[in-house]
């Protein structure tokens, strides 16, 4: 069964950063495009990156210049660098592929970022 583990998220002072990491058992990364989502609260999950086997990249416009994502494929792991945080960019954030697997997503990871 495939799993995925989002780590790194916690508490921060806007304009600080974090970094997430994704990790996924199986084989889930070897040919797909992975991205991260968000889902804030009272909202729907978006889509905030993307990125595919290749290393081409898609944001959000919203975080486009702040965040950016990557990728090891021998380690099955996807990141998510988060530079200049925003208060609403304070989210749960999950990793899956695009399209999204709708049995596999994991737990998230909660960034919180204070003004």
């Known amino acids: 069964q495939v799993q995925l583990v989002e780590s790194g998220g916690g508490l921060v002072q806007a304009e600080g950063s974090l970094r997430l990491s994704c990790a996924a058992s199986?084989?889930?990364?070897?040919?797909?495009?992975m991205g991260w989502y968000r889902q804030a609260p009272g909202k729907q999950r978006e889509l905030v990156a993307t990125?595919?086997?290749?290393?081409?990249?898609t944001y959000a416009g919203s975080v486009k210049g702040r965040f950016t994502i990557s990728r090891d494929n021998a380690k099955y792991t996807v990141y998510l660098q988060m530079n200049s945080l925003k208060p609403e960019d304070t989210a749960a954030y999950y990793c899956?592929?695009?399209?999204?697997?709708?049995?596999?997503w994991g737990k998230g990871t909660l960034v919180t970022v204070s003004s």
């Open positions: 990125i595919t086997a290749g290393g081409r990249t």
């Open positions: 899956n592929p695009v399209p999204a697997w709708a049995n596999s």
């Open positions: 199986g084989s889930m990364f070897s040919s797909n495009v």
